[in-house]
């Protein structure tokens, strides 16, 4: 077969390739997360033929202006240049890259080689002062006199002054800036990043049950006993309170206590079940009060500084009004029957899943959009997202973006508890936040791992995890085996190891950890199935150490981080160490975490100096949380924790201790 | 700025994404590249939302034919999937990714998984039946009654026949290759392979200077001394003659011998220095012969079991014809001289460098790409182009992909010595072959470390590599200093390590040593400036070393492959081991060389023994070099090599070694 000979490109001069691009998640499919203020660093190889010096220059904009602004590039090795920018607005960026011959520089260089060698350069020089005079034809006044008066110099000053301006970096910057840029080569694709507001990087989550929060005990509790509970929770110094669904349950297929077939009379079900004739998502449970309640809710816990999060999950109890009035959204047998959910041989006979392959696809993905819609406009701009896993991707694309741009503002939390590429990749299409393994990572091998992908390019590019030490469904075998220590090193590290992190109480502060049966991460007398009575006053209660660990969140900038995680090695596998710093690097916390709940442990760290902003031989760490302080020296340093005192150390790096010559009498 | 709010797409019901498939080069814009009877083995990331299973189809086709052939994807772990096919015809190959939600299979799983669990199934049974049915509508009538008969036994047979039917793979495979494909995925790419002739993944090439041809001392060879050689070359079981620049060579700035500036009389000047009154890059240097001397060298040369590749080098000398006829293809300096060309403060006054920023870029692109076409026309297949980093990329892609549409079997050597990105991205743009830095790598680790970056993906889809010993340019400190040991080791190492090899001739054979200076790599007397003769029947000539192992690699075709090249361990440095094994397995080569050209050494090496195909305690393996064999036990066995004796040994795997069960008398 004859082959097709290929066409000649429409300019042959372009010679500069950019190539090899970070950050660039799926050849710039999906955008990369920052929020205000976060920087940008971006990579390329740059590859031309030949001996010539290439100008690169990173362009980037907010998305839909028409100006791109300019950073120029520097090499690091291996042809590879490197250039950031920071993302101050809360809005859409572009960035892409341009490069070019940069005739100039490769001049300049040369020529200073030959001056080296001592060769004639006269004829060089020529060469150069025509350039600089072509280039101030096309620039300002004031930069165009500066090119034009090197110009002169090169074409007959003293052989010193023109060594002098050749060696003349503003002359090069100049030279960059009114450059005509020949057969510029453009990048060939524009990437994206989606900046979010503060929030969406860093949060410390409260998770409760409205039909747990009456203080009688029995009575089903309301959202205005919930508006009554914000104190207590903001005392402790949470910044999201997150309800599970608020809407009217099915009765049909109604769950009993503990997850039995049969419901007796008066057990609520599940929240999960959602609908009945009382309406559906956007309706509020007449056992919990009115959509007014909600509303009452919401600003008051604003008023508390907090902000209230709704779940959202798309599924229907078979009293759903959609059900009737929508039965084309639902699988049908060939019986005609609906198919309640299923994971056989496990059923769910409360819950119809959606059927997202109908034939009016579009009308379900609007009716989705709007229940996001009619939620933020009662004020919740947050969104904790039930399953998203089981909902096709696209819809989920097009329905984040679609209610990013008609909502500023609203956060979507990823409830997706499934295989590792499936949770990146609805963080890729749209999802502000993500649920993580956390829960089930428990040795220092384990969390090191894990946090140091999720806290490293490529996935700290469009990933935000988020770290929960419990949920309705998850009482871990950590947390039930452990004792009160468990829970507080759980707690520890996961408001020190996550910016955005997350404890579902009062089970948690209150220690519940009986699970329905052996081998179960199901909670007895679970408030999935049944209302509950805490006692939130127990003198008991974690309350205080997770008061106080908040506290030092809120002091300390680089536990708000989660891409400034680092590792330090331990001689003791159940002793991890890791560091986080601020962008400007003069907040850096130091937490030490002792991983056995039983035993004390006590070991050496090899910290990494240069991590910590470390350049003396002694040094102070106060721990903010012992409150004790600690001389250190050098990269190794002795740690001993005693679970049934303190979980760990969180300690802040003071920098150099003082010595004889700091203070005045030495002089 | 408000947002725009997103486009739904067209089809919103494809729940298939697929992703991260490999190979692909730089999101598929370049080709991988193959050989007939080679694989291509393809994987993919297959997510989709839910609990469903999805089907998976590697499509591919020889480009330009309608109908892609068909290959099931099989999962491996963490939602990868894969499958391959082979190239066996010398064509350009396409392949892509088709993938759709396999109702059949997830109905089959969970139906399977219901039984198991002892539920009713009678519902399931009656939709997998209509499934079935479903299908059957639309196959062939072998397959439809196939289809039908396992609906009728869903619809009421005894159980034992129905969870028969449930595990019939048949009915899995009829199912997929006849489904409907409702809202399938294809992947966003047609991905490319370029399937060169055998000759292009292994060689072995031989250098020489037909001006040094000649058997009388002093006189200037000719392309006629050159068929004299042939017998000469070919005996030593070469694939390849390679011939420096054949063209007149031009008087202005001619170099003298040792490359000093000034020519004596009768000095040959550089066959680079490309051009004079006699022509230019189309024609044949008066003193070497004519073009119908050329044809007959080709021919000859063919009939010897020889190809000739030529070199192509796109500059002139002052007195190239083009000079004045395309005065814009130079560079001017503004005093209106031609720039010659230089690397400051090195200058080569004998060479002209060619502008290919010049507004006739279009012309000068095609007489460029008609050098090509006018050799092979002379009957050249295999080009070895020089230093092709010093044009531009968009020349050579365009350039390269249509000399090879109008010259089937044409071959490209790229012959850049330069930055390791820089040399792959020539690899990408079309060049068949590429020299490496092998001359420059001499310890373990480094051999280690390159080639298996080199045998390995993604490398190894787009570059293939050439190991040569020497060149006229590198005469390598190793050489200069290591005595025969040294060239024995080079050269065993460049045709074992290597499926494509060369050596610059008879300087190496003749194990020539002494640079031009101290610290150069330049050759004292370089054939570059001046005719050499050549006692080619020396007795102390590596001639025999290297016909036999050209003759080992014609016997062992796990020698002519690279990317099978695997190390093994050895616990003395200066031992190397590697094995590689042909496409059947059934020829496995074990080479361990002795690195020091010194000193005996000796170690043991850890072998992989399920690389080496070993699964018995005892084996034996044949030194085809020494001719020694041994037998061996398990992964740790013994080596001891004597550099004035042997620089290693080439071992061809024989597997079990025969036992006292193996024979007659034992039973």
Known sequence: ??????????????????????????????????????????????????????????????????????????????????????TDEEADYEYTILCWINRFETWRRDTLKKVDAGLDVKADLLEGALQLRQAAAGAPAKAASRLRAAAKCFEGSAPEAQVESLNDPVLSSFMLQHDE?????????????????????????????????????????????????????????????YLPPVHPIGGTGRKGKNNTLAARPGDPGSPWAIGSAEGGHQAVAPELGTLDDFCALVSQANRNGLEVALDIAFQCSPNHPWVTEHPDWFYRRPDGSIHHAENPPKKYEDIYPINFECDSWPQLWEALRDIFLFWYRQGVRIFRVDNPHTKPFDFWEWCLADVRARCPGAIFLSEAFTRPKIMYHLAKIGFTQSYTYFAWRNTRWELTEYFKELSSPPVSEFFRPSLWTNTPDILTEYLQAGGRPAFAVRFLLASTLGANYGIYGPAFELMQNRPREHGSEEYLDSEKYEIRSWDRESPGSLRGLITRINEIRRENPALLTQKSLKFHPTDNEYLLAYSKRNAGGDNIILTVVNLDPHYRQSGWIDLDLEELGIDTETFQVHDLLGGGRYLWSGSRNYVELDPQMLPGHVLKVLGRARREGDFDYYD
Not at 12 to 29: A, F
Not at 190 to 218: I, K
Request: aromatic content about 8%; overall charge positive; hydrophobic content about 40%.
């Open 1 to 86: 077969m004859a082959k097709r000979t290929p066409h000649k490109p429409e300019e042959g001069r372009r010679r500069v390739l950019i190539t090899n691009v970070t950050p660039e998640l799926d050849g710039g499919r999906y955008p990369i997360k920052r929020t205000p203020g976060e920087a940008v660093r971006v990579e390329a190889d740059v590859l031309l033929d030949g001996r010539d010096v290439p100008a690169c220059l990173l362009l980037h904009r907010v998305a839909g202006r028409k100006a791109w602004r300019e950073v120029p590039m520097i090499p690091l090795v291996n042809d590879r240049w490197f250039a950031q920018f920071l």
């Open 181 to 241: 840029r020949r057969f510029a080569s453009h990048y060939s694709k524009v990437l994206r990043v989606q900046v979010d507001r503060p929030r969406a990087a860093a949060g410390a989550w409260y998770e409760m049950f409205p039909r747990s929060a009456a203080l009688e005990p029995g009575r089903h509790g309301t959202l205005r006993d919930c508006i009554r509970l914000l104190p207590y929770v903001a005392g402790m110094g949470f910044d999201v309170l």
